[in-house]
Nanobody
Framework: QVQLEESGGGLVQARGSLRLSCAAS????????MGWFRQAPGKDREFVAH????????FYADFAKGRFTISRDNAKNTVYLQMNSLKPEDTADYCC??????????????????WGQGTQVTVSS
């Protein structure tokens, strides 16, 4: 059983930056694919970014490309989401998730086995 705990959310002005962290415990973190999802009030949860454990390859939603960076530190059992040039529309609850799925898909929530509780990001205009 893997436990995930996010941190680093908060209130930031537009064009600012935040770095989210997701600390894992209770499993072999280095062998999990990790993802970030977000959900804004009244909207469906959406995929943000993914990083594979095999080669650290990364994948992003179109809105995240060029602004967000996902990374991982296996020694610290932590995955990060660096968010730059934030916009008010990035306001959402951000959750990290762990997946043992080894196929080529990564942007569907059903592929993930463990979830954190989320951390709120609010971007003011």
């Amino acid at each position: 059983q893997v436990q995930l705990e996010e941190s680093g959310g908060g209130l930031v002005q537009a064009r600012g930056s935040l770095r989210l962290s997701c600390a894992a415990s209770g499993g072999t973190f280095s062998t999990y694919n990790m993802g970030w999802f977000r959900q804004a009030p009244g909207k469906d949860r959406e995929f943000v970014a993914h990083i594979r454990w095999t080669d650290d390859s990364t994948f992003y939603a179109d809105f995240a490309k060029g602004r967000f960076t996902i990374s991982r530190d296996n020694a610290k059992n932590t995955v990060y989401l660096q968010m730059n040039s934030l916009k008010p529309e990035d306001t959402a609850d951000y959750c990290c998730a762990a997946s043992i799925y080894s196929g080529s898909y990564y942007d569907t929530a059903d592929l993930y086995d463990y979830w954190g509780q989320g951390t709120q990001v609010t971007v003011s205009s």
